[in-house]
């Protein structure tokens, strides 16, 4: 489906992107693994390597910094020479007593994981894959982004923005990109381990699918966007990925 083909991941050490990244290595592509974890973007691409036989590179990355996202994309080339398909995964949303005491550099810690990240690692290899032909950028954006909560504001407001970059990503880039987003409802997570059973009953009785997602069931769309084959004409379109949130 995706051989020989380049993909990078944010966030791409644990949860949701560590999923994708054993998905798109399962159906042959090469990997780039990305997080602020080195040591453990480089166990998972031991893993890829071991299991499926394709190539994978780890990189340390914290997406909110500039020059880092900058060192990331010129990382990507020097080994590959080319990417097909960028996943902007990376995120975060942490917790606050109430907003009036959330400080300046949480919001922009927020913004800068979520959003100002997606936006520069988009715009350098956007631009190389228009270059070079084509390619697909995929944002994981959240439920939060249309339907959001008192405890997630500035992360909601950082994933809406990143659902309008998808739409302006695929103007800018297309017709040869495809820009897609995929907008995650509750999912069972590494963070979910801290989650008390309450939690967990109260946002599966919020989906028409009775439970919360598994990190591996994000895999089908990650691939349907990344295969010009499967999603050839789609570009600019949130995929809602929520068990049927109500």
Not at 126 to 155: K, Q, T
Request: with cysteine; glycine share 10%.
């Amino acid at each position: 489906m995706l051989s020989d083909r380049v993909v990078v991941v944010t966030g791409g050490s644990r949860g949701l992107g560590r999923e994708m990244v054993l998905g798109f290595a399962r159906a042959g592509a090469d990997v780039v693994i990305a997080s602020r974890q080195y040591e453990a973007c480089a166990a998972l691409a031991d893993r890829v390597r071991d299991t499926y036989g394709r190539r994978a590179l780890p990189v340390a990355c914290n997406v909110s910094d500039w020059t880092q996202c900058d060192a990331l994309a010129d990382a990507c080339y020097a080994e590959f020479g080319r990417v097909d398909v960028l996943v902007n995964n990376a995120g975060l949303s942490p917790l606050y007593p109430s907003l009036d005491q959330v400080s300046e550099a949480l919001f922009d810690k927020v913004i800068g994981v979520n959003l100002k990240g997606p936006f520069r690692l988009s715009a350098l290899i956007g631009a190389r894959m228009a270059a070079a032909g084509g390619g697909s950028i995929i944002n994981v954006s959240s439920l939060e982004a249309v339907r959001p909560e008192p405890f997630a504001v500035p992360y909601a407001a950082a994933k809406a923005g990143l659902n309008a970059l998808t739409l302006g990503l695929a103007q800018t880039y297309g017709p040869s990109v495809r820009v897609n987003t995929i907008q995650c409802g509750p999912f069972a997570t590494d963070i979910s381990t801290a989650w008390p059973d309450e939690l967990r009953t109260q946002l599966s009785a919020h989906t028409a699918a009775g439970r919360v997602g598994e990190p591996h069931e994000i895999v089908g769309a990650a691939l349907y966007f990344a295969d010009p084959a499967a999603s050839g004409y789609c570009s600019g379109a949130t995929l809602a990925l929520d068990g049927g949130w109500r």
